[in-house]
C-alpha cells in the first residue's frame, strides 16, 4: 500500500511541476506579445551575452579541432628537426638562431644510422610559388615539397587515384609528382584523368603517378596539402641546391609505439648534438619542433580572449538581468489579483513562487535561444568563405542555456518571491 501511496504522490508531484511550468511558459509568452518592444529590449542584453560567451567558446573549440585534425595525420610521437624554433624564447639572443647552420640531408643519413629510437625518418624540403603546367591549362601559387621514401610512414596520406613513389623511383629520382586534390582539380577535369599524364614544373616534364584526397584547409600548420604536389626529393636536390635556406629543409622524426615524445625528444636531443659535433659546453644548434606547440600557442592566447570575452558578456548579462528582474517586477504587479484568488483557493506560496521564477527562466532561455541561433547562423555564412571549419557543438549550445537559466534564476528570485509572500486579502483588495 505504501509503495501504490508513493507511486501516486511521485505522479502527483510530476503534474504538479508540468503544471506550474506549463502556466509560467504560457504568461512569459503572454508577456513577450501583450509588450514586444519592452520585453526584446530587455532581452537583448541576454542575447547579446550569450551570443559573446557561446562565440568564443566556438572559435576555440573550432580551432582546436581543427588543429587535432591536422596533428591526426602526422600522429602524436612526431618531431621535426628545423634551423628555427616554432616557438621564440625572448631570452634567446635572435643572431644566434640566424647563424645555426641549415638542417641537410647528411645530417639525416648519420642520423638514420646512428639513432634507433625512430620507427621513421624522412627529409623534406620545399619550393613555395611555383608553376605548374598541363597542356592549356595552368596554375600558379603552388607549393613543391621533395621528400624521401619513409614519408607516408609519418604522414597519413591517402589517395584519390593513383599512389605515393615507390624506394626505386625515390632513390633514383625519377621525374614523378604527386598532387594536391585542388591542384590536380585546376590541371584536369578529375584526379583520375591526371594519372599518367605529364605537367611542366620546374622547367622539367613530370609523371602524375597520384592524386591526394582532399585535405581541406590546415589553418596554422604547414601549408595547404590541396594546393601542394610531391616529387622524390633526389630528383629536387638534383636541380637545386637544397642547402639554401629558401627550401626549408626539415627532418621528420617518428617515434617507436609506445614511447613518449619527452623521450623520443631526450633522445633526439643527444642524437643530433652528435651528429653536429658539438661539445659538452656547446649550445644547441637546432631546434626540435612538436605539433603540439600549435596548441599550445592557442590555448594561452584564447584564454585572454576568453577573459575578455566574460567581461563583455558580464556587462550585457549584467544589463540583461536588471531588465528582466524590471519585467518580472511589472508583472508581479499586474497579476497581484491573480495572485490573490489563487492563494485563496489553496495555492501554497512555493507553487506562486516557482511559477514566477518558471517565467523569469523562460525569458533569459528565450533570449539566450535567439544569441544560440545568432551564432548557429553566422557560423554557416562563415564557413563559405572561411578556411577553418565554425562548428556550434551541442555543448556549447547547451552552457548557452545553462548561462540564459541562471541569469532567469538570479533576476526573477527577488520578484518571485514578493509574489509568494503576498498576502491574499490584500493582493484580491488592490484589484478593485
Avoid at 502556466?23 to 542584453?45: D, H, K, P, V, Y
Avoid at 607549393?143 to 613513389?165: H, M, Q, W
Avoid at 548557452?400 to 514578493?418: M, N, T
Wanted: glycine share 8%; proline share 3%; with cysteine.
Amino acid at each position: 500500500m505504501s509503495t501504490l501511496r508513493q507511486k501516486h504522490y511521485t505522479k502527483l508531484k510530476i503534474s504538479v511541476f508540468l503544471a506550474i511550468m506549463g502556466e509560467s511558459l504560457r504568461f512569459a509568452l503572454q508577456n513577450i506579445r501583450a509588450n514586444m518592444l519592452r520585453t526584446l529590449l530587455s532581452l537583448l542584453g541576454v542575447t547579446i551575452g550569450v551570443f559573446c560567451i557561446i562565440s568564443i567558446f566556438t572559435l576555440v573549440d573550432s580551432l582546436e579541432m581543427n588543429i587535432r585534425d591536422s596533428i591526426s595525420k602526422f600522429g602524436d610521437n612526431v618531431i621535426f628537426v628545423h634551423k628555427w624554433p616554432w616557438a621564440f624564447s625572448s631570452e634567446y639572443p635572435w643572431w644566434k638562431y640566424v647563424n645555426r647552420p641549415e638542417v641537410s640531408y647528411k645530417d639525416m643519413v648519420i642520423l638514420q644510422k646512428n639513432f634507433k629510437g625512430a620507427e621513421a625518418m624522412s627529409f623534406s624540403a620545399s619550393l613555395a610559388g611555383e608553376k605548374l603546367t598541363a597542356g592549356a591549362n595552368t596554375t600558379e601559387g603552388i607549393s613543391v615539397s621533395g621528400i624521401t621514401e619513409d614519408y607516408p610512414k609519418i604522414v597519413n596520406l591517402t589517395y584519390e587515384a593513383g599512389r605515393y613513389f615507390s624506394d626505386q623511383e625515390s632513390q633514383q629520382g625519377d621525374k614523378v609528382i604527386v598532387l594536391g586534390y585542388d591542384v590536380a582539380k585546376s590541371l584536369f577535369k578529375t584526379p583520375e584523368e591526371a594519372i599518367d599524364k605529364n605537367i611542366e614544373v620546374m622547367k622539367r616534364q613530370l609523371r602524375v603517378i597520384g592524386v591526394l584526397s582532399k585535405q581541406g584547409k590546415a589553418l596554422g600548420i604547414g601549408s595547404d596539402q590541396d594546393k601542394q604536389v610531391l616529387v622524390p626529393f633526389n630528383l629536387m636536390r638534383s636541380l637545386y641546391d637544397i642547402s639554401s635556406k629558401t627550401f626549408s629543409p626539415a627532418i621528420m622524426v617518428k617515434g617507436k609505439p609506445n614511447e613518449s615524445l619527452d623521450q623520443l625528444e631526450d633522445d633526439l636531443i643527444g642524437a643530433m648534438r652528435n651528429v653536429r659535433r658539438l661539445g659538452p659546453w656547446d649550445e644547441d644548434n637546432f631546434a626540435l619542433n612538436r605539433i603540439t606547440i600549435f596548441t599550445d600557442l592557442i590555448t594561452k592566447m584564447f584564454g585572454k580572449i576568453n577573459f575578455f570575452g566574460w567581461i563583455i558578456a558580464g556587462f550585457s548579462i549584467l544589463v540583461g538581468g536588471f531588465g528582466i528582474a524590471n519585467i518580472m517586477f511589472v508583472s508581479v504587479q499586474e497579476r497581484t489579483p491573480i495572485i490573490g484568488i489563487q492563494k485563496s483557493l489553496g495555492a501554497k506560496s512555493y507553487f506562486i513562487l516557482a511559477q514566477f521564477l518558471g517565467e523569469s527562466v523562460f525569458l533569459c532561455i528565450i533570449g539566450g535561444g535567439i544569441g544560440i541561433l545568432l551564432i548557429f547562423i553566422l557560423s554557416l555564412i562563415l564557413n563559405l568563405v572561411l578556411p577553418l571549419q565554425l562548428v556550434l557543438t551541442f555543448k556549447n549550445a547547451m552552457i548557452g542555456i545553462g548561462i540564459s537559466s541562471a541569469i532567469g534564476v538570479i533576476s526573477g528570485y527577488i520578484p518571485s518571491l514578493r509574489a509568494a509572500k503576498m498576502d491574499p486579502i490584500e493582493a484580491i483588495r488592490s484589484g478593485m
